[in-house]
């Protein structure tokens, strides 16, 4: 089996290259069941969110080799020529650590971030749901989510967990002084807008309007927090008021554009219009950002004050990547052998078999023998198998962690006669630690 991965975040790529990429989930379901139906892929996942998109795929026992920058450009829609520079690639272990260390927040804008957990539990959900997600990367995904966990357990890297959303509202009272005299305009009503305005309202800020094309989820959410929701027809004029404007739809395209703007500039006079863009593809138009007093801080202007928000957190990150190199070490040992099961257990089936028929023969040439020793007898001859196996089986475990199982498993195959193996996978074993928490999303 072979794993690969590829993908851009906001390290790779800039935000006009990632709004590209982002899949929304009916179009990941979509995406994934094109994918599993290529010849070369068994198994595929898409994690994607306003800061990544990657994919991870499982090839199939028959693959010749896959692109894996092919299979990216193939999902979303994207031409290669203008991705293939921001591209990252990892494959086998490396896949494993990779994952893991995105699940665990060390890879992320803001390092720690108690997000991105929540998403990669999604991802694999939907995946799950499409038919795409199987033994490997369904293993994979609990085991990214386990680290995770593990990682935020025993290091501080979520040590007042921040988020891009807890950002935005740093940004805003840097601009407002004051949050109780602060008026802003929230514009969308997802998870990102909810932790949003629960920041705002836990720093003081009284007056919060909140605009969604659907009016009844952003009721709610005035109902439920506090706030003012407003009609999304009339989002232009409650810019008029605001000092702040942070929007974080999931619109697959702009939706505060220039043109209106301009109306809104004008009833404003010299009062500047601080615009928070958090989503991915951008809320804004990006001439909106050219207008007089006008101005839009995206995804990416974030990512000084997000890094001057965190530094202390970096300091968690070489504890954190050896947790999760142990992880994906272990991850591996099993991934690696997932080829070999159906041989080795036919192998050990052939052995079982030989031994019972030669102790059956023992037991009726020895004549009489008590129940003590027909026990010995069948101790010995379970102890003589084994020994004989069981060091092969493990210096094959070994050879295919390396890389090269499939040769050392024609061998064999071909010197004890064993026929194709067709048994199933058994499952892996869980890390010893509980579920995992579902908390926000990485923006």
Not at 55 to 77: F, H, K, M
Not at 294 to 318: H, K, T, W
Not at 334 to 344: C, F, G, H, I
Not at 385 to 414: M, N, S
Request: charge should be negative; charged fraction near 25%; proline fraction near 5%.
């Amino acid at each position: 089996m072979r794993l690969l991965a590829a993908g851009v975040n906001h390290k790779s790529a800039p935000v006009e290259i990632r709004e590209k990429l982002a899949l929304h989930p009916q179009r990941q379901t979509e995406a994934l069941q094109d994918l599993a139906a290529l010849p070369d892929v068994a198994e595929a996942f898409v994690l994607s969110t306003c800061n990544r998109f990657e994919l991870y795929v499982a090839e199939s026992a028959c693959s010749t080799g896959v692109g894996i920058d092919q299979l990216v450009s193939r999902v979303t829609g994207v031409p290669l020529h203008e991705v293939r520079a921001h591209l990252y690639a990892y494959e086998g272990q490396a896949v494993a650590q990779h994952l893991f260390e995105v699940a665990s927040g060390a890879d992320s804008m803001v390092i720690g971030e108690c997000e991105i957990m929540g998403q990669v539990k999604e991802a694999a959900d939907i995946a799950r749901g499409a038919g795409t997600l199987g033994t490997a990367l369904s293993r994979l995904a609990d085991t990214a989510l386990q680290t995770g966990k593990r990682a935020r357990r025993e290091t501080t890297i979520d040590q007042g967990c921040a988020s891009v959303a807890s950002v935005a509202v740093s940004l805003t009272r840097q601009i407002c002084g004051d949050p109780r005299r602060a008026t802003v305009l929230l514009v969308g009503a997802g998870e990102t807008a909810e932790l949003t305005l629960q920041r705002l309202l836990d720093g003081g800020t009284e007056h919060v309007f909140i605009a969604n094309r659907t009016p009844g989820r952003a009721t709610i959410l005035a109902e439920t927090y506090g706030g003012h929701a407003v009609p999304f027809e009339g989002v232009y004029d409650a810019m008029v008021d605001a000092d702040v404007v942070i929007a974080s739809t999931s619109a697959p395209h702009a939706i505060i554009h220039a043109g209106p703007m301009r109306q809104v500039v004008r009833k404003r006079g010299a009062r500047p219009l601080f615009i928070i863009d958090l989503a991915v593809p951008r809320d804004v138009e990006p001439e909106a950002a050219e207008l007089e007093n006008v101005f839009v801080y995206n995804i990416d202007s974030l990512q000084e004050a997000v890094e001057e928000a965190l530094r202390g957190r970096e300091s968690q990150l070489p504890r954190v990547r050896s947790i999760c190199e142990e992880a994906a070490s272990e991850f591996w040992s099993w991934a690696a052998s997932l080829d070999l099961v159906p041989t080795m257990l036919q192998l050990r089936e052939k052995a079982e078999a030989i031994r019972q028929r030669e102790y059956e023969q023992a037991l009726r040439d020895m004549g009489q023998l008590n129940a003590k020793q027909q026990k010995q007898l069948h101790l010995l001859t379970k102890r003589l198998v084994q020994g004989i196996i069981d060091q092969p089986l493990a210096r094959l475990r070994g050879r295919a962690c390396e890389g090269d199982g499939l040769a050392y498993l024609t061998v064999l195959r071909e010197l004890f006669g064993l026929e194709d193996g067709t048994a199933p996978y058994p499952p892996a074993p869980l890390p010893s630690e509980g579920g995992t928490d579902e908390e926000e999303g990485e923006a």
